[in-house]
């Protein structure tokens, strides 16, 4: 298992809304940053890039459309929303195929998901699509 599904697992098991609307632009430049020291390194940059985009944008429309979790008590909420979590989640996956996995750029998918690439490492112009 890479880092990145260990990060992903725990940002969606332990993170509130709240918490990560605060935390979600720190992780997004996590991402880009790992993805430059990997370029480095020879790795191909922009299929790793294409890759952490879907990543982030994928837990940030889970957390915001999906699992809106105010409280600590994330089993009682997932308990009283169970149903309601399931058909969200049908849904951001259909968005998810056919909005966002279909776009080839990056800059395209970017542009989507509100992230200013010539801005992408101080992100001050991020927001969530809608």
């Known amino acids: 298992m890479n880092d990145s599904y260990r ?30 020291i990997a370029a480095a390194k020879g790795v191909a940059r922009e299929s790793l890039l294409r890759e952490s985009l879907l990543q982030w944008t994928f837990i940030d429309l889970y957390f915001n459309r999906v699992i809106p979790i105010d409280g600590e008590d994330r089993f009682k909420w997932l308990q009283s929303h169970f149903g309601e979590t399931l058909k969200k989640t049908v849904d951001l ?15 395209d998918l970017a542009k989507i998901i509100g992230v200013d690439m010539n801005d992408a490492l101080s992100l001050s112009t991020v927001t969530t699509p809608t």
């Open 93 to 107: 996956v259909k968005y998810f195929d056919t909005t966002l996995l279909p776009v080839k750029k990056n800059e």
């Open 7 to 36: 990060l992903n697992s725990f940002l969606l098991t332990t993170l509130t809304l709240t918490h990560w609307n605060e935390e979600r632009l720190d992780v997004l430049r996590a991402f880009l940053r790992d993805i430059e």
